[in-house]
């Protein structure tokens, strides 16, 4: 039982190219969220699913998409990275009961 | 929408010291209550949570009373170790099991 996993760990990317940071759980969970975390500000809602099929915004979402492949998959894609979407990006899963499940994180830097 | 304000930090305590730090939430309904803590490196993990008014929540040492006459969470703890050290995130649970994060506090415990 790994909870939740994220890819990758770490990347760099140079300002306008795209990338998917991948996120799974293994909890039968059925919401799951992407977050960003910067420095002195919490952590902020990109998007989330709360079921498989559906996906909603959360605070944040611009320059992001999302897609929910099935109950266990949730990716977050930027499509033309910028410098100001240089943070830590934490995937999490919820279940029943409320408790949200964090994956260990993908830090990226946009040059 | 809804809100939650942490004290500012960083707190910086010598081990066996009392420990506490404030958070107070706007939120309409009758949200739950979460700690979050992040060790470096890591992503997040639950502490402690509360469902409902006058509930407390407890673990490892650290406890929280939901104050909804004063809309407030404070984390406690009576005798901080140096393994405590650490970010702690206090949290508002709204629907589909969203969280609304406080900025985070940084604990930093000395021997």
């Known amino acids: 039982n790994a909870g939740v996993t994220q890819t990758p760990k770490f990347q760099v990317l140079k300002t306008g190219q795209s990338m998917t940071l991948q996120c799974a759980q293994d909890?039968?969970?059925?919401?799951m969220y992407w977050y960003r975390q910067d420095p002195g500000m919490g952590l902020r809602l990109i998007y989330y699913?709360?079921?498989?099929?559906?996906?909603d915004k959360g605070e944040v979402p611009n320059g992001y998409n999302v897609s929910r492949l099935n109950k266990r998959e949730f990716s977050l894609r930027l499509e033309s990275a910028a410098p100001s979407q240089t943070s830590v990006y934490f995937c999490?899963?919820?279940?029943?009961?409320?408790?949200?499940?964090f994956g260990p994180g993908t830090r990226l830097l946009v040059l | 929408g809804d809100s939650v304000t942490q004290m500012e930090g960083p707190v910086t305590l010598s081990e066996e010291a009392f420990l506490t730090i404030n958070c107070t939430y706007t939120?309409?309904?009758?949200?739950?209550l979460f700690w979050y803590v992040q060790y470096p490196g890591e992503g997040l993990q639950l502490l402690l949570k509360?469902?409902?008014?006058?509930d407390k929540g407890s673990n490892k040492g650290f406890e929280a009373t939901y104050r909804k006459e004063t809309t407030s969470f404070h984390l406690e703890k009576g005798s901080v170790q140096v393994s405590d050290s650490a970010v702690y995130f206090c949290?508002?649970?709204?629907?589909?099991?969203?969280?609304?994060f406080g900025q985070g506090t940084i604990l930093t415990v000395h021997p």
């Open positions: 999490a899963s919820t279940g029943v009961g409320e408790t949200q499940y």
């Open positions: 909890m039968n969970h059925n919401s």
């Open positions: 699913s709360a079921s498989e099929g559906t996906t």
């Open positions: 939120a309409t309904g009758y949200p739950s």
């Open positions: 509360a469902t409902k008014a006058d």
């Open positions: 949290a508002c649970g709204t629907s589909y099991g969203k969280l609304t």
